[in-house]
């Protein structure tokens, strides 16, 4: 039977969502909660609209040419795609005997659920990182640190390659000494391609407004030019690609 799941929507981007220009599949529902959060309508999966493999898959192939001539691939993200493991999983391993590129971006959170099949299937994790510190990290997001860092060290071990994200908001993740640290722990996974430094933004903003949610960081400020080139050096420094 064909694995079914609940999406939010697809896109298509260059540059952001890993190499060249892909199709970026949102599937719906999220375990954490951050305040930065840029898409609050993708946390509950009852929100999202259900589909089929299938139905991803026929979509995907109508930007196949554009996607593989622009040296791109597929991307699944959310939301947390490790909520959906089964639906994500086919969706990789379908796109992998397509011969497209794959790539998951995920906060890790529930590293644990991915089985190392979908893993095999995946070419490149965009893990997100979103702290160091851990009361920080619980702030932030309302989850626990520990299961992110311990999902990166499997990606080491298996050999999947990694695009470390970091989003830098003034007052919350720019503190050196956790970037520091941070950097250190990256700096000991082989598997680390480089290192994605995230200016915090508020593109989100009126999607709180429509939802009637609190958006608790409205008020905080973007990070400067020199902050973000600072951030990124710390990461240099470890013999990081850092951009």
């Known amino acids: 039977m064909t694995a079914t799941g609940r999406i939010h929507s697809w896109d298509l981007s260059t540059g952001v969502d890993g190499p060249g220009t892909r199709f970026v599949l949102f599937v719906s529902g999220c375990p954490l909660r951050c305040l930065y959060c840029a898409n609050p309508d993708t946390w509950h999966m009852r929100d999202g609209r259900e589909t089929t493999v299938e139905e991803v898959m026929a979509e995907i192939g109508r930007y196949r040419a554009f996607v593989t001539t622009a040296g791109g691939g597929v991307t699944v993200t959310g939301g947390e795609p490790l909520l959906q493991p089964a639906f994500t999983g086919e969706i990789l391993r379908r796109c992998q005997e397509a011969g497209l ?17 979908l893993l095999a299937d995946t070419d490149l994790v965009l893990l997100d990182i979103k702290a160091f510190d851990v009361p920080t990290y619980r702030a932030l997001t309302g989850g626990d640190l520990a299961p992110t860092l311990t999902f990166a060290a499997r990606l080491d071990r298996l050999g999947v390659p990694m695009w470390i994200r970091y989003v830098l908001v003034p007052g919350w993740t720019d503190a050196p000494e956790a970037v520091d640290g941070l950097a250190r722990f990256v700096a000991g996974l082989p598997a680390v391609r ?46 990081l690609a850092a951009c």
């Open 101 to 117: 590129h794959t790539a998951l971006d995920t906060s890790g959170f529930l590293g644990a659920r991915a089985p190392d099949s």
């Open 194 to 239: 480089r290192v994605d430094i995230l200016p915090f933004h508020k593109l989100g903003a009126a999607k709180y407004d429509a939802l009637g949610i609190p958006f608790r960081l409205r008020d905080a400020p973007r990070p400067s030019a020199d902050l973000v080139e600072r951030v990124r050096e710390q990461f240099r420094a470890q013999g």
